[in-house]
């Protein structure tokens, strides 16, 4: 285990994340600007979409290919209903829906620091994982919404209704899903003959454009986790910073353990294993917040964005990935 975690520790894209938090940490000027950090976040979406797809072209899906991607839709409709379970016995209704859809929707960029790993491992890993990634970032969204209607509390004349088309659009058609979707088709569509145009761009330039990108996650993730640790989070009676830090981190592991076993259960090949584990063990900070901003503006946006910012993505990246990169070999060779 040992060395598995010293490669990820000293892997550049790493530590370029540390670096950013650094930064953060000791209050320097240093700065991503807001256009530079959207165009590091389009193309890391549209890299890994694309060679996806060119992957998923040059596989044929079998049986336990499809048995992963029944899995990945499965995960993403089990872990709100089960988080939000746990959640509203010590939150508002508004922010246990908020903080399921987030945990049981995903984070791209902890997949695509997941397959920067393998590929650094020599370990292959099948395209229609790119897919999976896809098709679990919206139903936690949407099971999230649909519990806060049917638990949350109506004032007199408050109807329970949903906006199912404004609803569809956010979760479905929001940008992050559009492009990884879009991409992934195109790279489907090209094959090999679209990687061969596009190599310089999307294979030599993309651990640079990774390591940017986290550089500008560290220092986010500082900041979020300085908010938090001063208590700028908005917390409802009985829901302290210790019970929050202790979900941010034991909830993603007991959804590793879970994914983990599915996957060693279906027999999926070492690196699909460990990507369908990291998709169940994160949580998303992206897509979510840029969802319920409008679909459920009740929820506390400074809850459930440093949680899954600050806390669960910087578990994953720093113990995570390696951690159940060790727990799946051994429950292969057990």
């Given at each position: 285990?040992?060395?598995?975690?010293?490669?990820?520790?000293?892997?550049?894209?790493?530590?370029?994340?540390?670096?950013?938090?650094?930064?953060?940490?000791?209050?320097?000027?240093?700065?991503?600007?807001?256009?530079?950090?959207?165009f590091l976040?389009?193309?890391?979406?549209?890299?890994?979409?694309?060679?996806?797809?060119?992957?998923?072209?040059?596989?044929?899906?079998?049986?336990?290919?499809?048995?992963?991607?029944?899995?990945?839709?499965?995960?993403?409709?089990?872990?709100?209903?089960?988080?939000?379970?746990?959640?509203?016995?010590?939150?508002?209704?508004?922010?246990?829906?908020?903080?399921?859809?987030?945990?049981?929707?995903?984070?791209?960029?902890?997949?695509?620091?997941?397959?920067?790993?393998?590929?650094?491992?020599?370990?292959?890993?099948?395209?229609?994982?790119?897919?999976?990634?896809?098709?679990?970032?919206?139903?936690?969204?949407?099971?999230?919404?649909?519990?806060?209607?049917?638990?949350?509390?109506?004032?007199?004349?408050?109807?329970?209704?949903?906006?199912?088309?404004?609803?569809?659009?956010?979760?479905?058609?929001?940008?992050?899903?559009f492009l990884?979707?879009?991409?992934?088709?195109?790279?489907?569509?090209?094959?090999?003959?679209?990687?061969?145009?596009?190599?310089?761009?999307?294979?030599?330039?993309?651990?640079?454009?990774?390591?940017?990108?986290?550089?500008?996650?560290?220092?986010?993730?500082?900041?979020?986790?300085?908010?938090?640790?001063?208590?700028?989070?908005?917390?409802?009676?009985?829901?302290?910073i210790p019970?929050?830090?202790?979900?941010?981190?034991?909830?993603?592991?007991?959804?590793?353990?879970?994914?983990?076993?599915?996957?060693?259960?279906?027999?999926?090949?070492?690196?699909?294993?460990?990507?369908?584990?990291?998709?169940?063990?994160?949580?998303?900070?992206?897509?979510?917040?840029?969802?319920?901003?409008?679909?459920?503006?009740?929820?506390?946006?400074?809850?459930?964005?440093?949680?899954?910012?600050?806390?669960?993505?910087?578990?994953?990246?720093?113990?995570?990935?390696?951690?159940?990169?060790?727990?799946?070999?051994?429950?292969?060779?057990?």
């Amino acid at each position: 285990m040992e060395s598995l975690f010293l490669v990820n520790l000293t892997s550049p894209p790493l530590l370029f994340f540390f670096l950013g938090a650094a930064a953060a940490l000791v209050r320097s000027d240093l700065e991503i600007p807001a256009p530079v950090a959207k165009f590091l976040s389009l193309y890391l979406l549209f890299a890994i979409g694309f060679k996806g797809g060119v992957a998923l072209s040059g596989d044929a899906l079998d049986g336990r290919a499809w048995a992963g991607l029944l899995a990945a839709l499965g995960l993403a409709a089990a872990v709100p209903l089960y988080a939000f379970a746990i959640l509203k016995r010590r939150l508002g209704i508004a922010d246990a829906a908020a903080l399921a859809a987030t945990y049981g929707s995903i984070s791209a960029v902890t997949f695509v620091t997941a397959t920067s790993y393998l590929d650094g491992a020599g370990i292959a890993w099948g395209g229609h994982l790119v897919a999976a990634m896809a098709l679990m970032e919206s139903p936690a969204i949407i099971i999230g919404i649909l519990l806060y209607r049917l638990y949350g509390e109506r004032g007199p004349g408050e109807q329970a209704g949903i906006d199912w088309r404004e609803l569809g659009r956010e979760s479905c058609l929001n940008g992050s899903v559009f492009l990884i979707v879009g991409s992934m088709l195109i790279g489907w569509i090209t094959g090999q003959r679209g990687m061969t145009a596009l190599a310089p761009f999307v294979g030599e330039l993309f651990t640079g454009m990774l390591c940017l990108f986290l550089l500008d996650m560290g220092i986010v993730a500082a900041r979020r986790l300085r908010d938090m640790r001063l208590g700028r989070m908005g917390l409802g009676e009985g829901a302290g910073i210790p019970f929050l830090f202790g979900f941010a981190i034991l909830f993603p592991l007991f959804n590793a353990v879970v994914a983990g076993s599915i996957a060693t259960l279906l027999g999926l090949p070492e690196g699909d294993a460990l990507l369908l584990t990291v998709l169940g063990a994160s949580a998303s900070y992206i897509a979510v917040p840029a969802a319920l901003r409008l679909a459920l503006p009740e929820a506390n946006p400074s809850l459930y964005l440093p949680m899954s910012l600050a806390v669960t993505f910087p578990f994953n990246l720093l113990v995570g990935i390696p951690l159940y990169h060790q727990v799946l070999r051994w429950l292969v060779s057990s």
